[in-house]
């Protein structure tokens, strides 16, 4: 295992001292138990978004923390759950009085800790809304998850849901904004490589030299098929064709397209991924009017990408377009 | 070897071509030859700032191109120098009736295909001023260097001089700052794997399960020594001491820390090496006032960072916090 750690125990803490150090001022990294704030929570008057998971994806979540975006985020250990009492203390905390939205990646670790903080959370009096996210079509059901996973379209739904909610929109809309960007996304990955996680310290599955995974899950689960590493244009074909047959993506949709990398892929290799993609779309008569091309959800050191696609509509479009101030995600009106 | 690619030969042609679609309305990609341009050049009595060099290293340069930073940057093939044509038509291109400055990376190749480029544009009356970046402390020469490489203080110098430039300060004051910002600026770099170039299509050199290369370059070249490989915090220890005493930074010292990661480090391990800089840096008195941690100055897919520091004064500190506006580096005011 190669990586720039110590023990492999210490790492989300260690991280977490790295993020709270290098973003002073703007985040606030609460410890026992973990969780990351923007620095002016709570806003009064705005829906909070809460999210989080396991460790190992970032940025997300906590790098998405900060206006336009998210009020917090709870990081688990790698690739584990946050708790409860973590989503408990970051919901009371950002709750500005119009209550708090759960955004929750479908797997069932988070899905059952999400209810759980939320219940207790109603308990003492705060609104609640949870929206889990689930736009990963290679499989139904996985290692960690009860129907399909959820992956690129969370980093899309904190966007476009933060800015809904910097513009005074109250819970029940925000948590059916939400909806509607899970309804009208949909994703696939491929991994080349397999990640290591730290405390394991070995891969967590062997891929030959010559074989790629497709539809590998963010965790390294298994996806649909092993097959024999292609060409970039190939992988996009085949990722393509899966996430536009499913919605269906149609001739004449105007598309956000999100061209993710896992963590070891070059910015370079993206950008040969998403030229393949715009070819692909072009000829489908799918036209991409607003693009993200980058490393924001990842695994670990996994090499590899995956490809996201949300229909856009000019709501959608426009709080895309918003104000987003986070270290992860960042531009100007 | 294992890349989202096609033909090794098309890589960089596909890349900008990805580029292009991504950024379109921000930034022009030219093709015959290559560079890439801000969408608005040029801005009309504002210094123009060119640089380029090498492909592989991405977000650098092409990334940086924008307003609060780069007008032009000329991509060369994987790890070669653009050609004096490329950085001529940018040249041209870019001038804005203020004048030119080219901010060259230390490798022999870039440095004088930009000497070539700079006698053809002034033949033609132009004005143009060159700054070579010579930052690493590795070593003295190299594979393709005669001096020390040019390294991650070529991001901060394109930040700090596209603010410069953008509040109307003459291409003197702008070139003066520059070679301030290399004066000021100290950085080394370790490599946990090799990168491999497409078209070699194996990796640049060998490095066992247990070793680590430091002092490692931005292509590959040899660094000071190979060593066993070691902890997080040990080798920030290596790579700081070695930075901190060369300048030399002393207690009491303000600076600008750059965490970067060589292309396929995944974000929570340069968070972990922040850390443990942060408290090096501590122990010797000297205060991070400004951070970048990021993998914004890459080799490829190699494995590793390198350490840059700055020492700043109240002006490179307000430069460095102006508003930028690049896919690469993206601030607001």
């Known amino acids: 295992m190669k990586k720039l750690i110590n023990r492999p125990d210490d790492v989300v803490r260690e991280e977490l001292a790295g993020v709270a150090l290098a973003h002073a001022g703007r985040l606030v990294v609460h410890t026992d138990p973990h969780w990351i704030a923007r620095a002016d929570a709570p806003v009064a008057g705005k829906v909070a978004l809460v999210s989080g998971g396991g460790s190992g994806h970032e940025p997300m979540h906590g790098g998405f923390v900060g206006p336009g975006m998210l009020d917090a985020a709870c990081p688990g250990e790698v690739f584990t759950s946050p708790t409860p009492d973590q989503m408990l203390a970051a919901t009371r905390a950002v709750d500005g009085g119009a209550g708090v939205l759960h955004i929750v990646k479908n797997y069932t670790g988070d899905v059952m800790n999400f209810e759980m903080a939320a219940d207790l959370a109603r308990d003492e009096g705060l609104q609640v809304e949870q929206v889990v996210i689930a736009d990963d079509v290679a499989v139904e059901d996985s290692l960690y998850t009860a129907g399909r996973r959820g992956v690129g379209a969370t980093v899309l739904a904190e966007k476009i849901c933060g800015a809904a909610a910097e513009e005074g929109r109250p819970l029940a809309a925000v948590a059916g904004l939400c909806r509607t960007v899970d309804e009208r996304s949909r994703s696939m990955g491929v991994a080349l490589t397999s ?124 709080l895309w377009d918003a104000p987003v101030d986070t270290p992860g995600l960042r531009w100007g009106a």
Chains 1, 2 share one sequence.
């Open 195 to 318: 990640c290591t996680v730290p405390a394991a310290g070995r891969p967590t599955f062997e891929l030959g030299e010559d074989e790629m995974e497709v539809g590998i899950g963010i965790h390294g689960e298994p996806g649909r098929e092993r097959r024999p590493l292609a060409s970039a244009t190939e992988i996009v074909e085949t990722l393509a064709t899966a996430v536009v047959a499913d919605l269906p993506f149609r001739a004449g949709d105007e598309v956000l397209a999100f061209v993710n990398g896992m963590g070891a892929t070059p910015l370079m290799e993206l950008y040969v991924v998403y030229a393949a993609l715009h070819r692909f779309l072009e000829e489908s008569g799918i036209a991409i009017t607003r693009s993200l091309v980058g490393s924001y959800m990842t695994s670990l050191d996994m090499a590899g990408c995956s490809v996201t696609l949300l229909r856009l509509d000019d709501e959608l479009t426009r």
